[in-house]
């Protein structure tokens, strides 16, 4: 199995101390597939490459907010294979990124993202490549899941197919006025083949999942909220207004979640992504392992002290 520089670290220093163990063992895990799932990274980075066009672009800003953009605006940001290894690769840039606390999905020119691009789906339908490309995608979407930092899929205009399914791959999921989430696979005679299955379940519940899939049913904010499949509705703000962006109203609604010191943010998420994933006596063992990455650190000791009139 491949492990990105900063799992290679973690495992390393797991080895010398137990504050990392357990979290760099649910870190290993991000990788759902490897080698021994006959999953040859290299080769299908190499035949996804063979299909370009548009691109994935990371924005790291001093907030600790970074926005990912899926840009491919003449395809509606559908996934060319050259954009799938661009996303693997600026997971991998998250994931080595210390003072990291928020992201934000977004699609470029007002839409997110059309799902695969469909000249590249023609051009790899079959079975054995098809099941490379979602094995591909599934380990990049499991990892952005998996990040150490409050993740919101800003969805503007349509998120169809894999678009749906990215915002799965999100903590949270803000839409804006006027936008449609729809798991369109069935019309194509498929489901769901990025994980999106998976965590919509868990997301939603059985039931609702069972309906946006076997409906292909068109999601609206009001829906969406109805549903808990979103987590908030945005108004598109007219120019005139000049009330900011939607995406600056994005990084509005997340900084509630993410103010305060990036290892704090990050240690929140960590015992979150525990607690949901993990067996009960590793969640708890994980918990404490992280508890004591924050225990005592600068933002505890910081506020201990603001409190020292309460002795
Ligand atoms: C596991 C994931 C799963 C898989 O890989 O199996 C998938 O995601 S399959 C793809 C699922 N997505 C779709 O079926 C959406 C297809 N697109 C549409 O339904 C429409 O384009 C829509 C609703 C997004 C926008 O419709 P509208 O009429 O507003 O615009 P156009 O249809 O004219 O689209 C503009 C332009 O974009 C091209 N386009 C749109 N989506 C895709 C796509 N997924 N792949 C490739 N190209 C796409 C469309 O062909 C137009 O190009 P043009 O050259 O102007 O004809």
Same mark, same amino acid.
């Given at each position: 199995?491949?492990?990105?520089?900063?799992?290679?670290?973690?495992?390393?220093?797991?080895?010398?101390?137990?504050?990392?163990?357990?979290?760099?063992?649910?870190?290993?895990?991000?990788?759902?597939?490897?080698?021994?799932?006959?999953?040859?990274?290299?080769?299908?980075?190499?035949?996804?490459?063979?299909?370009?066009?548009?691109?994935?672009?990371?924005?790291?800003?001093?907030?600790?907010?970074?926005?990912?953009?899926?840009?491919?605006?003449?395809?509606?940001?559908?996934?060319?294979?050259?954009?799938?290894?661009?996303?693997?690769?600026?997971?991998?840039?998250?994931?080595?990124?210390?003072?990291?606390?928020?992201?934000?999905?977004?699609?470029?020119?007002?839409?997110?993202?059309?799902?695969?691009?469909?000249?590249?789906?023609?051009?790899?339908?079959?079975?054995?490549?098809?099941?490379?490309?979602?094995?591909?995608?599934?380990?990049?979407?499991?990892?952005? &899941?998996?990040?150490? @930092?409050?993740?919101?899929?800003? %969805?503007? *205009?349509?998120?169809? =197919? $894999?678009? /749906?399914? !990215?915002?799965?791959?999100?903590?949270?999921?803000?839409?804006?006025?006027?936008?449609?989430?729809?798991?369109?696979?069935?019309?194509?005679?498929?489901?769901?083949?990025?994980?999106?299955?998976?965590?919509?379940?868990?997301?939603?519940?059985?039931?609702?999942?069972?309906?946006?899939?076997?409906?292909?049913?068109?999601?609206?904010?009001?829906?969406?909220?109805?549903?808990?499949?979103?987590?908030?509705?945005?108004?598109?703000?007219?120019?005139?207004?000049?009330?900011?962006?939607?995406?600056?109203?994005?990084?509005?609604?997340?900084?509630?979640?993410?103010?305060?010191?990036?290892?704090?943010?990050?240690?929140?998420?960590?015992?979150?992504?525990?607690?949901?994933?993990?067996? &009960?006596?590793?969640? @708890?063992?994980?918990?404490?392992? %992280?508890? *004591?990455?924050?225990? =005592? $650190?600068? /933002?505890? !000791?910081?506020?201990?002290?603001?409190?020292?009139?309460?002795?």
């Amino acid at each position: 199995m491949v492990l990105c520089a900063v799992r290679r670290h973690l495992l390393k220093s797991s080895s010398s101390s137990s504050s990392c163990g357990a979290w760099a063992r649910l870190l290993q895990r991000g990788c759902v597939y490897s080698s021994v799932h006959c999953l040859d990274q290299g080769e299908i980075r190499e035949k996804l490459q063979a299909f370009p066009g548009g691109s994935v672009d990371l924005l790291k800003q001093e907030s600790g907010i970074a926005v990912l953009t899926i840009n491919y605006p003449s395809r509606m940001n559908a996934f060319s294979g050259s954009m799938m290894v661009d996303l693997e690769e600026r997971v991998s840039q998250l994931e080595s990124w210390i003072d990291c606390k928020g992201l934000i999905v977004q699609g470029a020119s007002g839409t997110f993202c059309s799902g695969s691009d469909l000249s590249a789906v023609r051009a790899i339908s079959n079975p054995q490549d098809g099941m490379k490309m979602c094995m591909f995608m599934q380990n990049a979407l499991t990892r952005l &899941l998996r990040l150490p @930092l409050i993740s919101v899929a800003l %969805v503007e *205009g349509r998120a169809l =197919g $894999g678009g /749906a399914e !990215l915002t799965t791959a999100c903590d949270f999921r803000l839409m804006a006025s006027g936008s449609v989430i729809q798991f369109v696979h069935k019309h194509m005679g498929l489901v769901p083949g990025w994980g999106g299955a998976a965590r919509l379940v868990r997301i939603v519940g059985s039931q609702n999942a069972l309906k946006l899939l076997g409906g292909a049913l068109k999601v609206d904010p009001e829906l969406g909220l109805q549903i808990g499949l979103a987590d908030g509705v945005l108004e598109v703000p007219r120019a005139e207004e000049g009330v900011g962006t939607l995406l600056q109203r994005a990084e509005n609604w997340l900084s509630h979640y993410t103010n305060g010191a990036a290892p704090v943010v990050q240690a929140v998420k960590k015992v979150v992504l525990s607690g949901r994933e993990l067996p &009960l006596s590793e969640a @708890l063992r994980t918990e404490k392992d %992280v508890f *004591g990455t924050v225990w =005592g $650190g600068p /933002a505890n !000791l910081q506020a201990l002290a603001s409190k020292s009139k309460h002795r």
